[in-house]
Nanobody, 125 residues
Framework: VQLVESGGGSVQAGGSLRLSCAAP????????MAWFRQAPEKEREPVAAISTGGTGRSYYADSVKARFTASHDNDKKILYLQANSVNPEDTAMYYC???????????????????WGQGTQVTVS
């Protein structure tokens, strides 16, 4: 499944932005979509995920809880990440991921996801 992120850019600390992930060719057995991020010289880390297969439940890393909100438009097949009160530690390349096949290792584990986007850069100053 092709995933295309957009919405990144430069924002001042305390500001907001919304990332989008479009999924042309979306698989209807996709059960989980997530956002990961990777800062320079750091490992990729999970940010948020949402169950698209039924419950619609969302999950968040402690570092973004209460600031970021993940949502999924079932009609448009677009995943969003609303990021509020951003700070310089949120600076990273943000990646969208989707899981439809294979083993579920947990929403935080990158091995769960077989489809990945190219990423969109977020810079907070």
């Amino acid at each position: 499944v092709q995933l295309v992120e957009s919405g990144g850019g430069s924002v001042q600390a305390g500001g907001s932005l919304r990332l989008s992930c479009a999924a042309p060719g979306y698989r209807y057995d996709t059960y989980c979509m997530a956002w990961f991020r990777q800062a320079p010289e750091k490992e990729r880390e999970p940010v948020a995920a949402i169950s698209t297969g039924g419950t619609g439940r969302s999950y968040y890393a402690d570092s973004v809880k209460a600031r970021f909100t993940a949502s999924h438009d079932n009609d448009k097949k677009i995943l969003y990440l609303q990021a509020n009160s951003v700070n310089p530690e949120d600076t990273a390349m943000y990646y969208c991921a989707a899981a439809a096949l294979g083993t579920f290792y947990g929403w935080r584990d990158a091995r769960t996801y077989e489809s990945w986007g190219q990423g969109t850069q977020v810079t907070v100053s």
